[in-house]
Nanobody, 126 residues
Framework: QVQLVESGGGLVQAGGSLRLSCAAS????????MGWFRQAPGKEREFVAA????????YYADSVKGRFTISRDNAANTVVLRMNSLKPEDTAVYYC???????????????????WGQGTQVTVSS
């Protein structure tokens, strides 16, 4: 069992930055690939970014590529999503998620992730 707790959300103006953090507890963090997803009101949850267990492989949705950066610290049991140049369309609840293995073919598949956090709200004003 892995428990995930997100933090760092808030209200920011367009063009601003936020840093989301996801703290993991339970089984060995380094055994899990990690992902970030988001869900806007009235929309389906969508993939944002993911990172492999070692941190070597990183994946981004096209909509955030070049603006968001995912990283992890296995010693601190933490995965971070740095978000720059935020846009109003980035407004959503952001969730971190964990899975035992990751492949490029299924990186964006919600069903492949075993554990989810409760989410943190990000609101970008225009």
């Amino acid at each position: 069992q892995v428990q995930l707790v997100e933090s760092g959300g808030g209200l920011v103006q367009a063009g601003g930055s936020l840093r989301l953090s996801c703290a993991a507890s339970g089984r060995t963090f380094s055994r899990y690939a990690m992902g970030w997803f988001r869900q806007a009101p009235g929309k389906e949850r969508e993939f944002v970014a993911a990172i492999s267990r070692s941190g070597y492989n990183i994946y981004y949705a096209d909509s955030v590529k070049g603006r968001f950066t995912i990283s992890r610290d296995n010693a601190a049991n933490t995965v971070v999503l740095r978000m720059n140049s935020l846009k109003p369309e980035d407004t959503a609840v952001y969730y971190c998620a964990a899975r035992t293995m990751i492949t490029s073919a299924t990186v964006a598949s919600l069903g492949e992730y075993d554990y989810w956090g409760q989410g943190t709200q990000v609101t970008v004003s225009s």
